[in-house]
């Protein structure tokens, strides 16, 4: 896809009212593009916006991700206002610390409908639209943790790793039409990810699991020190939708990169050593 360079592009953002996602709107906005911006609360959007940002192309929408027909509204609304669709960023998402044990079937439900459910939603709507036109940029913000699992973060990961697997598929089914996709897996960015209003936590919980519940309270105090600055890795995303061609995913952060180097050696390690045993249940050669 050759970014419009004739034009301002049309972007179709999730989950925006705080965190990248709110960071990603304000630049967009003041490159002089459009975007349709879905949250929970287009109240608490424009007030973090402020004055300073003009808002006339930015159309803020609520939606509820996993309502198939009201996404679908959604994005006609927002061709139907912009005229046409060239980015579709897929953001919204929470986090989620507890045991395995510890994980209700309600909140597994609550995090694979945003993660999983609300994407799909999203991408059916959108992809008539990009294959049609041959071209736009489809960009699906994972987590660092969508290729790496750590405990205490296992319906998180779930979420994730189900994206980046839906991702690559697609990357593949749609290149044909020239639709471009890129995973974008942040490290800890200093948003408000780790706060008690936006990290979830388990309705019940054991004994059994003391480091987990230390692992909360080290992560509710990293709070305001995270590496990552969410001005710079929406400047990166959107830098990567500019230039086009690219990796498939895109690593923001250092600790994100430290991550990514530990699972491919160990993933090499883990390859190596059943090299030898891993044909013993293949019918023998004719």
């Not at 927002?78 to 060239?86: A, I, N, P, Q």
């Not at 790496?148 to 089914?173: D, I, N, Q, R």
């Not at 639709?179 to 209003?197: K, Q």
Request: hydrophobic share 45%; glycine share 10%.
């Amino acid at each position: 896809m050759s970014f419009p360079a004739d034009r301002p592009a049309t972007w179709f953002v999730t989950g925006t009212s705080r965190g990248l996602g709110l960071e990603l709107v304000r630049r967009i906005l003041e490159r002089g593009d459009q975007v349709a911006a879905t949250t929970r609360s287009p109240e608490r959007l424009l007030a973090a916006l402020g004055d300073g940002i003009e808002t006339s192309r930015l159309l803020p929408l609520t939606v509820d991700l996993r309502d198939d027909e009201a996404v679908r509204r959604a994005v006609r609304e927002t061709t139907g206002r912009f005229g046409g669709l060239d980015v579709v960023v897929n953001n919204a998402g929470y986090g989620f610390l507890a045991a395995v044990e510890e994980t209700g079937d309600r909140e597994v439900r609550d995090m694979l409908d945003v993660q999983v459910v609300g994407v799909w939603n999203v991408l059916r709507a959108a992809l008539p639209i990009l294959r049609e036109q041959r071209g736009g940029h489809i960009v699906n913000v994972s987590s660092i943790l969508g290729l790496t699992a750590v405990p205490g973060w296992a319906l998180y990961c779930a979420g994730k790793f189900a994206l980046e697997g839906l991702s690559e598929a697609l990357a593949a089914e749609v290149a044909e039409f020239g639709v471009e996709v890129t995973i974008v897996e942040p490290g800890y960015f200093r948003t408000d990810f780790l706060t008690t209003d936006s990290l979830v936590l388990p309705a019940e919980t054991t004994a059994h699991y003391p480091a987990i519940r230390e692992m909360i309270l080290d992560h509710l105090k990293l709070q305001g020190s995270q590496l990552g600055d969410p001005v710079m890795g929406a400047r990166a995303i959107i830098g990567r939708v500019l230039a086009g061609e690219g990796p498939l995913r895109q690593l923001l952060g250092s600790d994100a990169h430290s991550y990514a180097v530990a699972k491919v050696e160990a993933l090499r390690a883990n390859v190596e050593a059943t090299a030898l045993s891993a044909p013993a249940t293949d019918f023998p050669a004719a």
